[in-house]
């Protein structure tokens, strides 16, 4: 009698994905990559390896621009800001790494991390190191696991905002994978001992060898601004506040201050979303995006056992022989939500409140300018922060704009702490008055425009300092348009493998033209939320903008259009394959349309939504 064991195991194996066969097999992420590193010879990682790095933050790149010759390869570096939470210290070191062994520039991305392009495999076990002794890591910032947690940025909000970073950490640390292959390839088999992503070696694997069948994102947010886009992800937690009285002083004083004191609500709990992602594929029916649903309302102190029930899920019900098919968002629109509730209770031992009325948002997006921090306007010593736009989330020293040089300088003379936004801008907080003026004097310089409320201190003083100092960049003067603040773009060419055709170096043309149509119309002051990626898998979150140009070929893209300003639903295709230069021209008829036939208020997306789609006229 024969054992049928081994040809169980194999007709199972062939089940599954490559990917899925290289993780397991891998030895604990750890490849070959310590051979390359150690091979002075080596330009690149080989094709399984080439994945395997992702878990440890990492993505092999090519120049795609260069024609000539031989490929040049690098390596995108990638760090874990839980929140979008920078300290100063480690600002400066990635400014540095980006000039040291980088192209020059840091991108911050719309998941609240710092990625670092253009790293040669010659300089990158330094870099990594010099990452974790800064006590952030690169460790599980991509790959099959759950990815950078993000959170509301701006730096006021009372307690609740307090409390809900803590319980982001506290949810990253507890699905942090104990990789030890990352520590004995990056770090010398180091343990880090102290920091927010400190390993605990003692706790319970909760991956297994094959990871998740694919990536899983988490997201806070407080109502009513959804700055996180929270339906786009895997899993999100909304605040639901108590606690809060009623002032007992109504005059004009105090009301001014109720802006800038503490709030007094405590956060209670969360309503739990899940299902969310946004990656598709072209001509591929089967894939789509999909936003989140609603779970029900659970206690404060029940997030983390809620997140692990619902990666061991994942885990364990995920797609592992269709990577196109893997997200969790295709097993909750499969199965349902009540049975992934049901799921998540009996793992997590967490009881759903169903019959509470989930909290609403209302806007998405950042807050510009300068603001008074919580307590400021009591204080003798008032702080403040300023939110500053970064156009792509690129941080460079260009023509006209020396951002990089005046943002190293910002942040070495007051250490400010620091927050990226998933907006991919940056928050300067805990500054003094003074800075407002010798903070502004040092972006105008350098040609760095400011936007919002509020963006300076002392105008005179800095309009004066900054006509009696020789100016590193342009003037300053004109801060962006509502609509440009709002654009987001992915990297796309020429670093990106998967992009099909241009997004961030696309954008600003494309900016150009349509600020001079909405211009010329009476809509300058119009806050539209466009977005562009260089292929359709999402990064820049193109399917909840209320425009949305999405890669379908070289220099053409498809047009999305019709989702609301607050994130709240997707919009849906329009128009396929249009040229470049003929997008703005394409959208020209809806734009006119849209001044002459909006009603009261209405933002362009709902707009688009009511006349395109729906057959309302």
Not at 305 to 326: K, P, S, Y
Not at 559 to 567: D, F, K, Q, S
């Given at each position: 009698m024969t054992n049928s064991a081994p040809a169980a195991a194999a007709a199972e194996k062939e089940k599954l994905s490559a990917n899925e066969i290289l993780k397991a097999e891998s030895n604990g992420l750890a490849g070959t990559i310590a051979r390359t590193l150690a091979d002075p010879d080596a330009e690149k990682f080989d094709a399984g390896d080439e994945q395997l790095i992702k878990f440890h933050g990492l993505y092999q790149q090519t120049d795609r621009d260069r024609r000539d010759g031989p490929r040049r390869h690098s390596v995108m570096v990638r760090t874990r800001q839980t929140g979008g939470v920078v300290t100063a210290e480690q600002y400066l070191l990635y400014d540095d790494l980006a000039s040291r062994f980088g192209n020059?520039?840091?991108r911050l991305t719309t998941r609240q991390t710092v990625q670092i392009h253009g790293v040669v495999l010659g300089n990158l076990r330094e870099t990594v190191r010099a990452i974790n002794e800064a006590l952030s890591t690169t460790l599980a910032t991509a790959g099959d696991v759950n990815r950078n947690v993000i959170a509301p940025p701006e730096p006021r909000g009372g307690a609740v905002r307090?409390?809900?970073?803590?319980?982001?950490?506290?949810?990253?640390?507890?699905l942090l994978p104990n990789a030890t292959a990352y520590h004995e390839i990056w770090l010398d088999r180091r343990k880090i001992s102290e920091g927010p992503y400190a390993p605990d070696y003692g706790a319970p694997d909760i991956y297994g060898p094959a990871m998740l069948p694919r990536k899983f994102k988490i997201a806070f947010a407080i109502p009513p601004r959804n700055d996180t886009d929270l339906f786009t992800n895997d899993l999100g937690f909304v605040a639901v506040t108590t606690g809060a009285p009623k002032p007992k002083r109504r005059t004009k004083k105090a009301a001014a201050k109720a802006e800038t004191k503490p709030a007094t609500e405590v956060l209670a709990g969360y309503d739990v979303y899940a299902g969310g992602?946004?990656?598709?594929?072209?001509?591929n029916?089967?894939?789509?995006?999909r936003l989140a649903d609603y779970c029900g309302r659970i206690r404060r102190a029940d997030a983390v056992a809620v997140a692990r029930a619902a990666v061991e899920i994942h885990r364990d019900f995920g797609d592992r022989a269709n990577r196109r098919h893997a997200r969790l968002k295709y097993l909750i629109d499969e199965r349902g939500i009540t049975w992934f509730v049901a799921e998540l209770e009996a793992r997590s031992g967490v009881k759903f409140a169903r019959d509470a009325t989930p909290e609403s948002f209302a806007t998405t997006g950042d807050n510009f300018g300068w603001h008074l921090q919580p307590g400021g306007a009591d204080s003798a010593s008032p702080r403040y922060f300023l939110t500053l736009p970064v156009a792509s989330g690129r941080i460079a020293d260009t023509t006209g704009s020396a951002l990089k040089t005046a943002l190293r300088k910002v942040v070495e003379k007051w250490r400010p702490a620091i927050f990226l936004t998933p907006s991919q801008n940056i928050i300067l907080a805990n500054l003094p008055h003074r800075a407002r003026t010798e903070a502004g004097?040092?972006?105008?310089?350098?040609?760095v425009k400011l936007a919002g409320a509020g963006t300076g201190g002392d105008a005179a003083t800095i309009a004066r300092a900054a006509a009696n100092t020789p100016a590193t960049g342009a003037t300053g003067a004109g801060a962006p348009s509502p609509t440009r603040l709002a654009a987001l773009a992915c990297p796309a060419l020429?670093?990106?493998?998967?992009?099909?055709?241009?997004?961030e170096r696309a954008l600003p043309e494309i900016l150009d033209a349509l600020e001079a149509e909405l211009a010329a119309l009476g809509l300058a002051g119009e806050k539209i939320n466009v977005r562009i990626t260089g292929c359709p898998n999402g990064c820049a979150r193109p399917y909840t903008a209320e425009i949305a140009f999405i890669g379908r070929g070289a220099n053409k893209y498809n047009i999305h259009l019709g989702a609301t300003p607050a994130g709240t639903a997707l919009n849906a295709l329009w128009r396929e394959a249009v040229p470049l230069a003929e997008l703005v021209p394409t959208l020209r008829p809806v734009l006119r349309d849209f001044a002459a036939r909006r009603r009261p208020a209405e933002p362009f997306g709902v707009f688009a939504a009511r006349t395109l789609f729906e057959g309302v006229v």
């Amino acid at each position: 009698m024969t054992n049928s064991a081994p040809a169980a195991a194999a007709a199972e194996k062939e089940k599954l994905s490559a990917n899925e066969i290289l993780k397991a097999e891998s030895n604990g992420l750890a490849g070959t990559i310590a051979r390359t590193l150690a091979d002075p010879d080596a330009e690149k990682f080989d094709a399984g390896d080439e994945q395997l790095i992702k878990f440890h933050g990492l993505y092999q790149q090519t120049d795609r621009d260069r024609r000539d010759g031989p490929r040049r390869h690098s390596v995108m570096v990638r760090t874990r800001q839980t929140g979008g939470v920078v300290t100063a210290e480690q600002y400066l070191l990635y400014d540095d790494l980006a000039s040291r062994f980088g192209n020059g520039t840091l991108r911050l991305t719309t998941r609240q991390t710092v990625q670092i392009h253009g790293v040669v495999l010659g300089n990158l076990r330094e870099t990594v190191r010099a990452i974790n002794e800064a006590l952030s890591t690169t460790l599980a910032t991509a790959g099959d696991v759950n990815r950078n947690v993000i959170a509301p940025p701006e730096p006021r909000g009372g307690a609740v905002r307090e409390q809900l970073r803590a319980d982001a950490f506290t949810v990253t640390k507890a699905l942090l994978p104990n990789a030890t292959a990352y520590h004995e390839i990056w770090l010398d088999r180091r343990k880090i001992s102290e920091g927010p992503y400190a390993p605990d070696y003692g706790a319970p694997d909760i991956y297994g060898p094959a990871m998740l069948p694919r990536k899983f994102k988490i997201a806070f947010a407080i109502p009513p601004r959804n700055d996180t886009d929270l339906f786009t992800n895997d899993l999100g937690f909304v605040a639901v506040t108590t606690g809060a009285p009623k002032p007992k002083r109504r005059t004009k004083k105090a009301a001014a201050k109720a802006e800038t004191k503490p709030a007094t609500e405590v956060l209670a709990g969360y309503d739990v979303y899940a299902g969310g992602g946004l990656g598709m594929t072209h001509g591929n029916a089967a894939t789509f995006p999909r936003l989140a649903d609603y779970c029900g309302r659970i206690r404060r102190a029940d997030a983390v056992a809620v997140a692990r029930a619902a990666v061991e899920i994942h885990r364990d019900f995920g797609d592992r022989a269709n990577r196109r098919h893997a997200r969790l968002k295709y097993l909750i629109d499969e199965r349902g939500i009540t049975w992934f509730v049901a799921e998540l209770e009996a793992r997590s031992g967490v009881k759903f409140a169903r019959d509470a009325t989930p909290e609403s948002f209302a806007t998405t997006g950042d807050n510009f300018g300068w603001h008074l921090q919580p307590g400021g306007a009591d204080s003798a010593s008032p702080r403040y922060f300023l939110t500053l736009p970064v156009a792509s989330g690129r941080i460079a020293d260009t023509t006209g704009s020396a951002l990089k040089t005046a943002l190293r300088k910002v942040v070495e003379k007051w250490r400010p702490a620091i927050f990226l936004t998933p907006s991919q801008n940056i928050i300067l907080a805990n500054l003094p008055h003074r800075a407002r003026t010798e903070a502004g004097v040092i972006f105008l310089r350098h040609g760095v425009k400011l936007a919002g409320a509020g963006t300076g201190g002392d105008a005179a003083t800095i309009a004066r300092a900054a006509a009696n100092t020789p100016a590193t960049g342009a003037t300053g003067a004109g801060a962006p348009s509502p609509t440009r603040l709002a654009a987001l773009a992915c990297p796309a060419l020429p670093t990106c493998p998967l992009a099909i055709t241009e997004a961030e170096r696309a954008l600003p043309e494309i900016l150009d033209a349509l600020e001079a149509e909405l211009a010329a119309l009476g809509l300058a002051g119009e806050k539209i939320n466009v977005r562009i990626t260089g292929c359709p898998n999402g990064c820049a979150r193109p399917y909840t903008a209320e425009i949305a140009f999405i890669g379908r070929g070289a220099n053409k893209y498809n047009i999305h259009l019709g989702a609301t300003p607050a994130g709240t639903a997707l919009n849906a295709l329009w128009r396929e394959a249009v040229p470049l230069a003929e997008l703005v021209p394409t959208l020209r008829p809806v734009l006119r349309d849209f001044a002459a036939r909006r009603r009261p208020a209405e933002p362009f997306g709902v707009f688009a939504a009511r006349t395109l789609f729906e057959g309302v006229v």
